[in-house]
C-alpha cells in the first residue's frame, strides 16, 4: 500500500509532518492552520498560545442541525533512535509504508497521535461536498505536556453543544470518560543542626511502579509511602532518628519504584535492621500478588556532617505516613473504572527545602474537592505549605449520548459492535466538559500503535475507514 496523496487527510497529514511540531514549538503550525482558513475563506480565532478555532457553516440542508465541534491536537512527542540524525526544531518527519501498508517515520516518533485528527478535520474543512451541520474545528497545542492549550480555551468563542474528540484509536470504540486531575506542591522549610551520630540508608527497591492512571487499579506498592511506613517503625522504637536527606520518584504520573533515605542515629546498624525486618517482610507479604520483587534495606553511609531536626524529621515522618495514597475509589458503571485517586510521585531536598508533588485524578470534581481538602488540611496539622497548580475537571460517565449512539449505528452498519473504553488518566474532553456542561461528548480515530516511541505506526487501512466512519457521523448529525 501506498500512502495515497489524492486523499486529503494522507495530503494534510504529509503537509504537517514537515512542519516540526513539539509541544511548545507549534506556532509554525498554528501558523499554517490560520492561513490555510484564510485561504478558504473561514472565520477564524488564532490566541496567544497559538490555539486555533475554525469555523465552517453547515452544509445546505443541515442550517438548523446542532452544531458540532470537532478538536485534535497539533503538537506530537518527539522522540527518536539513539542513531538516528533528526532535529526536531526543523526536520520534516521521514515518512514511510512498510509491506503491512502501515505508516512510520524512519527512526522517529510518527505524530499520529494527534497528526491523525488534523489531518481529518483539514480534508473536512478542505471539502465543500460533504454533508454535516456546522463545525467548530479547536486545533490545540501542548496537550502533551499537561493539556495545557486546552485550558486556555474560552467558554464564549464555542457556539456547539456537540464535541467529537479525534485524539483516539481503535476505530471500532468511543471512551466514555475520563479523570480531571490536580497536581499538588507541597513543601516545608527545614531546620537543620550539627550531626555527630552515625548515618544510615533507607534503601526501598523491587517495586514494579507503572502510570499512575493506567496502574491505579493494580494496588502497587509506592516506594516513597513504604519508606515512610519503615521510617515510622523506627521512629516508634527509637526516639533519635534524624533525616539527613530524601530521593524518592521522578515523576507527578507515576508510582515510584525507588525512595532512599539518610537518617542519623546512635542506634548500631544491626538494631535498626532488626527493627525494619517484620515489618519489611510484612509489607512483602501484602504485596506478593502486586510487587513480587519488593525489598527493604539498611545500610551503612557516608556520614552527613548536618542532619534535620528531630521535630521536624518527626513531622516529615508522621506526614509522609498519615497521607493518603493510591486508589480511593472505583466506578460502579463501567468494571475495573478507576475514578479516585492520588499519587505521591516525587519527594526531594534541595536548599534546605522539602519538596512533594502528588497527582491527585478524579472523574467527578467533588472527589477532587476532597482530596485537596484533605491534603490542606493534613499539611496545615504538620506545618507543610500545600498548593495545588494546575487542576483541570474530569468528564464523567454519562449514560445517555446522541453521539454515542449515532456512531454506534455506524458502526454496526459496517458489521462492528462498538466498544465502550475508560480512562484514569487526562483527555482534552474534561476541560470541554468543564466549559460546556451540557456537552455530548464521543471520541474517535484509526488504529495506531507505538505511540511516543520511535516505533509509532498507522494503519492506513483503518486511517481510511475510520475517515469515512467519521463523516457518516457528521451527516447523521442533524
Partial sequence: MEFDLSKKYCYYFKQISDIPRGSRNEKAISDYVVEFAKAHGYEYKQDDVYNVIVNKPASPGYEDAKPVILQAHMDMVCEKNKDTVHDFEKDPLNLYVDEKGWLHARGTTLGADDG??????????????????????????????????????????????????????????????????????????????????????????????????????????????????????????????????????????????????????????????????????????????????FYAVIEETDHFDQAICLADSNDIIDYLYVLPDGLRHRSMAIEGLSIASSNLGIIHIENGQLFIGDLMRSALKSHGDQMIRQFDLLSKQFGFDFKINDRYLGWNYEKDSELREILRGVLKERGIEMKEESTHGGLECGIFKGMIEDLDIITYGPISEGEHTPEEKLDLASFDRAYENLLKVLERCK
Fill in 116 to 293: 491523525q485528527g488534523v489531518a481529518y478535520m483539514l480534508a473536512i474543512l478542505d471539502d465543500k461536498d460533504l454533508k454535516h451541520p456546522a463545525l467548530q474545528c479547536a486545533f490545540t497545542v501542548m496537550e502533551e505536556i499537561g493539556l495545557l492549550g486546552a485550558k486556555n480555551l474560552k467558554k464564549e468563542d464555542f457556539y456547539a453543544k456537540r464535541y467529537i474528540n479525534l485524539d483516539a484509536g481503535g476505530e471500532d470504540q468511543t471512551c466514555v470518560t475520563s479523570s480531571g486531575a490536580a497536581r499538588a506542591y507541597i513543601t516545608k522549610n527545614l531546620h537543620f543542626e550539627d550531626n555527630n551520630d552515625p548515618s544510615y540508608l533507607l534503601k526501598i527497591r523491587g517495586l514494579k511502579g507503572g502510570h499512575s492512571a493506567g496502574c491505579a487499579h493494580l494496588e502497587r506498592g509506592n516506594a516513597i509511602s513504604l519508606a515512610f511506613r519503615l521510617m515510622e517503625e523506627l521512629k516508634e522504637q527509637y526516639d533519635d532518628i534524624r533525616i539527613c536527606d530524601i530521593d524518592g520518584g521522578l515523576k507527578f504520573n507515576a508510582i515510584p519504584r525507588e525512595c532512599d533515605i539518610t537518617f542519623a542515629s546512635k542506634v548500631s546498624l544491626n538494631d535498626l535492621q532488626a527493627a525494619i525486618k517484620p515489618l519489611a517482610d510484612a509489607i512483602a507479604s501484602e504485596l506478593q500478588y502486586s510487587d513480587d520483587g
